[in-house]
């Protein structure tokens, strides 16, 4: 008999599944280092459609304890942060690491915790007890100080906006040794101590920037405030001036102390304070507004995702100016201008089944954390995809094909949107692949790239496997035919922005998982369809630490 391992028959082609997904689908089982940086890719602890906040927390906790990496921990926290821009999973993996290694947890600290937001998410995260402590360890609390005293006043005046828990929480319990009076004296004034208490400090020694804010919050007049405002002015974000403006006039000075990213997310904001007035068509404001949003350079230098412009657009009062809306649309244009070209056209399939319509960052409590949905951002990825490598297909699906019509002169953010309001049935991954193998096999592709949240319930594939291998063996097989043994083998890449730990095709050579809808998943499906060896782990563990 021939070596059986050599010579294996038909059906070894086809893995068996022998996994279920949430859904109750046949599915195959991420491994616990892939499962955990799809989790720290799209997670954000809040309720998904098949699964509770509460599951998503035990899932990370289970994943981080049967990996015995710690290496891995602190990549992985830096590239959730970093690269994927995430806030709670980094912190939440960090505060894993705090309980391993500590050495390696001080020397990403300052990378993960990279201003106030995240260090309070990661004090919550400690108060809760979730990660085996209630307190800060000594360790824990050096590095909170070291943070306290090294942050810019700009910084920790940022840090100081929120509650449950605020600053004034962390500091109470971090309780930092100043570095000099000054520092002594921002403390006294962050935790609201008498004035006697900051000795050898005193009012004197608090910096310029928070004596302007004083003076601002104290002022009696629109003209005294604007005139602390303008010029190089009081350069503290925006929150920390909105309660104590005193008119429309004092807020468009506000306005224009907003970067792009603060004047995208609060455009009703400026609306409700009649920062764009009556008359719009010849309005100076309109005109910064919509010039500041869609300015080139700015855009490339933020660090902003491409559906957040959808997100600001599908969020936008309808008596937003339609001159800042035009600037959304041209402002997605140009954050989509890096997205790279495949060596070939792609079948893309974009799930538009019913799960999709979650808020992409899930529940909690009654709410949606957000109002864009997953399929809203998986229609982005996918338009953005299309737009960039023209002559590939785009087929969105449930549990059947729909047929969508493009038009070339299309914004990116009209095609997402049109695009998302397809479907809504069951879910059935394996669509997109069967009419590559039927509609379309007569043309040539590099590769398939799946859009979803892989809770594909409906069919099943042959030997075992699932719909989406069963199909993608027919693909491989019928773009050889085409093209002959000589061409480069089809990638299959299935992007997951849902964290649920599961997938409809296992990883190997031509097949990559991918979590997330960050700028940095386009990049690896594109070195991975350009036949870069590359995957999401090995993208992971190349952050140098």
Same mark, same amino acid.
């Given at each position: 008999m021939a070596n059986n391992t050599l010579f294996s028959s038909?059906?070894?082609k086809f893995p068996r599944a022998f996994a279920k997904n949430e859904a109750g689908g046949r599915a195959y089982q991420l491994t616990p280092k892939q499962a955990l940086a799809q989790m720290a890719a799209t997670g954000t602890f809040g309720g998904a459609y098949y699964a509770s906040a509460q599951n998503q927390l035990d899932t990370v906790r289970t994943l981080i304890d049967k990996i015995d990496d710690n290496q891995y921990l602190a990549r992985l926290a830096v590239y959730a942060r970093e690269r994927a821009y995430m806030k709670d999973m980094p912190a939440a993996l960090l505060l894993a690491l705090s309980n391993r290694d500590t050495e390696l947890m001080h020397r990403?600290?300052?990378r993960v915790v990279d201003n106030g937001r995240v260090l309070r998410t990661m004090f919550q995260m400690i108060r809760s007890g979730q990660f085996g402590r209630n307190s800060l360890s000594s360790s824990l609390q050096r590095a909170f100080a070291r943070w306290l005293n090294e942050a810019s006043v700009g910084k920790l005046l940022s840090a100081s906006i929120g509650h449950d828990p605020s600053l004034r929480d962390v500091l109470r319990l971090a309780r930092p040794k100043p570095l000099d009076n000054q520092r002594r004296a921002l403390f006294g004034w962050l935790t609201d101590k008498e004035l006697d208490k900051w000795a050898p400090a005193s009012a004197d020694d608090l910096p310029e920037t928070v004596r302007k804010l004083i003076a601002y919050r104290a002022a009696d007049s629109v003209e005294a405030q604007i005139e602390l405002l303008d010029g190089d002015g009081?350069?503290?974000?925006?929150? $920390?001036?909105?309660?104590a403006a005193l008119g429309p006039a004092v807020w468009k000075a506000i306005a224009r102390q907003m970067g792009p990213q603060a004047l995208r997310m609060n455009l009703n904001t400026l609306l409700r304070h009649h920062v764009?007035?009556?008359g719009w068509r010849n309005n100076e404001m309109v005109d910064y507004v919509a010039n500041r949003l869609s300015d080139v350079d700015e855009i490339r230098r933020s660090r902003q995702f491409p559906y957040q412009y959808l997100a600001a657009y599908l969020n936008a009062s309808e008596e937003v100016p339609h001159k800042i809306k035009a600037a959304l649309h041209q402002a997605a244009?140009?954050?989509c201008g890096n997205v790279p070209e495949l060596p070939g056209p792609v079948v893309i399939g974009l799930d538009t089944s019913g799960s999709m319509s979650m808020a992409v960052t899930g529940r909690r409590g009654r709410g949606a954390i957000s109002t864009m949905r997953c399929v809203d951002v998986a229609a982005l990825f996918?338009?953005?995809? $299309?737009?960039?490598?023209?002559?590939?297909?785009?087929?969105?699906?449930?549990t059947q094909a729909y047929s969508a019509q493009f038009d070339p002169a299309d914004s990116i953010l009209s095609l997402s949107k049109r695009l998302a309001k397809f479907g809504g049935g069951g879910t059935d991954c394996s669509i997109p692949l069967y009419f590559a193998n039927t509609m379309y096999r007569d043309r040539r592709f590099a590769g398939a790239i799946l859009v979803s949240d892989n809770e594909s319930w409906v069919g099943t594939g042959r030997y075992g496997s699932t719909g989406v291998i069963t199909e993608w063996q027919a693909f491989i097989k019928n773009q050889m035919r085409l093209g002959g043994h000589d061409i480069a083998t089809p990638k299959l890449v299935c992007v997951d922005i849902q964290p649920y730990g599961t997938t409809q095709a296992p990883e190997r050579g031509d097949i990559l998982n991918i979590g997330g809808f960050s700028d940095a998943v386009f990049n690896v499906v594109a070195a991975f369809i350009s036949d870069d060896t590359q995957r999401f782990v090995a993208e992971v563990e190349s952050i140098v630490l």
């Open positions: 038909l059906k070894s990403v600290f300052n009081l350069s503290v974000r925006w929150d $920390l001036l909105a309660d764009f007035g009556k244009e140009i954050s996918a338009a953005a995809m $299309l737009r960039r490598n023209p002559d590939s297909v785009l087929i969105p699906f449930d």
